[in-house]
């Protein structure tokens, strides 16, 4: 594949600094903190000859993009030339000091570099494990790109706490406007709670526990709070090798329970104290499960409580439903989850000290749920407007033609009544959008392309991997030539 540079780019200050062309394709992403609110031209201004240090891109405090190396070359900004080799590397406008917060144009705009170096690499996903040897170790697939960070490669923070606490929310954001499911890339890694304070990783982790307790009825508060005391706000060495947030181990009342969202494969070894009948304890080694996403360790967590068995009766019988919380955490000691005599005592403290019931479903309003108007998912810069309430949102789609309503995750939850128009005229950019045989990322490739121009559309689906799918007149009779329309804009 030839290389090219980003068309995002509105400043070239070309930087001596460099190896020359790459000897590794890219396939990796390394977002810095540049350390400073520096502009775009200012970013390339600190690499003249003679500084040894370079980038490919340079996000501005404002948000413009600037190249300093182009991306056919291999920069020096990673501490690792392994990296470099492969990565193309962009330095963001950041704070002076820890956690080097990048401001919301700076993100917006790396969440757009980053979709745009994905596609025009030939890459529909872009994936962050959360862990250096899981990342060094992993080779991507022809159309995945990976995050990788400085600080992997060098005694640096790099790109600091602020960015590396969002990198799994940058790889869905960006996986999403490719067209793909962002949840399927990456959940939360535990590996993020290492650099927050624990205010920071309760306010990270609540709402997981919202989503938990309106999925399977146990208190979001009394879960929180024995995710706090299990992994130490996420800290322990468990959590942050292996997103096993409550130390599961792979063994747990003989794995009769159903619904278990662990593979059953993958554990982590490591010790543990038993105590000995006798009172005493004896260090052994013994095998605990290991989770690709904090998600998962979550819902595993919950299927136990709910499905584990002592003899023929629930050991937790009653827990599901609970609304009270010292009630539950009571069912759960009971049902001999804990052997500690103040284990109802502890997690109750810990629900006060930190007012955990504002996690409960009962108090969560849905205000913060944000409904966006525009064209496209991945078109951010259509955006007519964002509402809390969904009808105004509607109302909003009505009014513009083309435009539809997105939900936080970017799905199209409702297309205006002026879209449903057929037929339409749309203009497609890139000259590799696939044409399917039918509306989804699930339906065989039909081999060919549409190539860059306008085509109409005949009819509208809802289908896997686009927010919404076009039918090309040139295959109406068969109904069977489908494109995304994510990468088509209604002319
Ligand atoms: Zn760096």
Redesign the pocket.
């Known amino acids: 594949m030839a290389y090219t540079n980003s068309s995002m780019v509105s400043y070239t200050g070309l930087s001596p600094n460099h190896s020359g062309q790459r000897t590794h394709s890219i396939d990796r992403i390394t977002p ?2 540049v350390v400073g609110q520096l502009s775009a031209r200012t970013i390339c201004d600190c690499f003249p000859a003679g500084r040894e240090a370079s980038c490919n891109y340079g996000i501005g405090t404002d948000g413009a993009v600037s190249l300093c190396v182009e991306e056919k070359n291999q920069s020096w ?2 501490s690792s030339n392994v990296n470099d080799q492969r990565a193309v590397t962009i330095e963001c406008a950041s704070d002076m000091t820890e956690p080097y917060a990048m401001n919301a144009a700076v993100y917006s705009t790396l969440i757009k570099l980053c979709t745009d170096i994905c596609k025009r690499n030939g890459k529909s996903k872009l994936l962050w494990f959360g862990d250096k040897d899981t990342t060094l170790n992993y080779s991507p697939r022809s159309d995945e790109m990976v995050l990788t960070v ?1 600080r992997w490669f060098a005694n ?1 923070s ?2 600091g706490n602020w960015l590396y606490a969002r990198l799994d929310d940058l790889a869905a954001k960006v996986t999403v406007a490719l067209g793909g499911s962002g949840s399927q890339t990456s959940g939360l890694q535990a590996s993020v709670f290492a650099g927050l304070s624990e205010a920071d990783v309760i306010a990270k982790v609540g709402p997981l526990f919202t989503a938990d307790q309106k999925k399977n009825g146990i208190l979001a508060s009394v879960s929180l709070a024995q995710f706090i005391l299990e992994s130490d706000y996420g800290k322990s060495e468990l959590a942050q090798n292996a997103n096993n947030c409550f130390g599961m181990k792979k063994s747990l009342s003989g794995n009769t329970w159903g619904g278990s969202s662990q593979d059953g494969n993958s554990i982590y070894t490591k010790q543990t104290k038993e105590q000995n009948a006798d009172g005493s304890y004896t260090t052994i080694m013994a095998d605990f499960r290991k989770y690709p996403c904090v998600e998962k360790s979550i819902a595993d967590h919950s299927a136990y409580l709910l499905g584990a068995k002592n003899g023929t009766s629930l050991r937790y019988d009653g827990l599901k439903g609970c609304t009270d919380y010292r009630k539950a955490a009571q069912l759960i000691k009971d049902g001999g989850y804990a052997t500690s005599l103040t284990y109802v005592d502890k997690l109750c403290e810990i629900i006060q000290r930190w007012n955990l019931t504002q996690y409960d479903a009962a108090n969560v309003t849905d205000t913060e749920v944000w409904y966006r108007v525009r064209k496209n998912w991945a078109e951010a810069a259509t955006q007519k407007g964002a509402f809390h309430d969904l009808t105004n949102a509607k109302n909003c789609a009505d009014a513009n033609a083309g435009y539809s309503v997105f939900d936080e995750s970017g799905n199209c939850i409702y297309t205006g009544k002026q879209s449903s128009a057929l037929p339409y005229l749309v203009r497609v950019p890139i000259a590799d959008l696939n044409i399917r045989k039918g509306p989804g990322t699930n339906y065989a490739k039909t081999g060919k392309y549409t190539g860059v121009g306008t085509f109409t559309i005949v009819e509208e689906a809802d289908g896997q991997g686009a927010s919404r799918w076009g039918l090309l007149k040139s295959y109406a009779t068969e109904r069977n030539g489908w494109i995304s329309l994510d990468y088509a804009a209604k002319v």
């Open positions: 810095h903190c900004c990673s400085h640096k790099c790109p």
